[in-house]
Nanobody, 125 residues
Framework: QVQLVESGGGLVQAGGSLRLSCAAS????????MGWFRQAPGEAREFVAV????????YYAESVKGRFTISRDNAKNTVTLQMNSLKPDDTAVYYC??????????????????WGQGTQVTVSK
């Protein structure tokens, strides 16, 4: 059974950094897109970033491009989201997700089959 467990969330001041990790287990993720989404209170869940496990291709939402970096560690079976220059607008619950996409990436929720429980990120002014 696939499990995705996020960690690394917390409270940080604007301009600070956080590093989120997603520990993935239950299968091999060859060909899978590993994505991060976020949901702020009262808002719909939105795409943040994605990496293809096999090709390492990445794609970012415009709102985080240049500030966030997604990467994956084969040996540890983890996906990491390094978040720098954080803004109050980045405050949300961040979710890790996985979906088989062969060599492609996924930018919408329907591209993903498995989801983590989420980790809270709060950025104060």
């Amino acid at each position: 059974q696939v499990q995705l467990v996020e960690s690394g969330g917390g409270l940080v001041q604007a301009g600070g950094s956080l590093r989120l990790s997603c520990a993935a287990s239950g299968r091999t993720f060859t060909g899978y897109a590993m994505g991060w989404f976020r949901q702020a209170p009262g808002e719909a869940r939105e795409f943040v970033a994605v990496i293809n496990w096999s090709t390492r291709s990445t794609y970012y939402a415009e709102s985080v491009k240049g500030r966030f970096t997604i990467s994956r560690d084969n040996a540890k079976n983890t996906v990491t989201l390094q978040m720098n220059s954080l803004k109050p607008d980045d405050t949300a619950v961040y979710y890790c997700a996985a979906g088989f996409r062969d060599w492609a990436i996924g930018k919408t929720e329907s591209d993903y089959d498995y989801w983590g429980q989420g980790t809270q990120v709060t950025v104060s002014k």
